[in-house]
């Protein structure tokens, strides 16, 4: 008897969509929890360098929580390309300009750094309120 390991192809991915609600939830265990989501990782027929996972949607994204001074401490860094042009942004006013960027980023951190990692990003899509206009995919909730 002759048992075999089949890989995923990109064929095999159904593409399900499913619904995060981020109110009350800590921002590092949401996003390794939408990462292992969006690379696939819940699927039994998992395969590394295969797009197997779904489309992730938070909403609430207004609503996260940081543990201890994070929101003080914590820095976000970006360039502008020439020379000093290093800006940095604090947790806390990164919530009040762009809410939606903490969860893109902690997400980011956590995929490949390759084009894989570049196309998985693309399936998250996040939101500041309760509201998303992704009705038609029929999305599923997910508990967290």
Request: net charge positive; hydrophobic share 35%; glycine share 8%.
């Amino acid at each position: 008897m002759k048992k075999y390991t089949t890989s995923a192809k990109y064929d095999d991915n159904k593409g399900n969509w499913c619904v995060v609600d981020a109110e009350g939830a800590v921002l590092g265990r949401l996003a390794s929890t939408i990462a292992s989501r969006l690379r696939g990782k819940h699927n039994p027929f998992f395969t590394p360098h295969v797009d197997s996972g779904d489309w992730v949607i938070v909403i609430n994204a207004d609503k996260i929580i940081l543990t201890g001074r994070k929101w003080e401490q914590k820095p976000y860094y970006r360039h502008s390309g020439y020379i000093g042009g290093l800006k940095t942004i604090t947790a806390q006013k990164l919530l009040e300009k762009k809410p939606e960027e903490l969860i893109r980023l902690a997400v980011k951190g956590m995929l490949p750094k390759n084009r894989l990692g570049r196309k998985l990003f693309k399936k998250l899509k996040v939101y500041a309120g309760d509201r998303h206009p992704h009705e038609a995919q029929r999305p599923e909730m997910l508990q967290i």
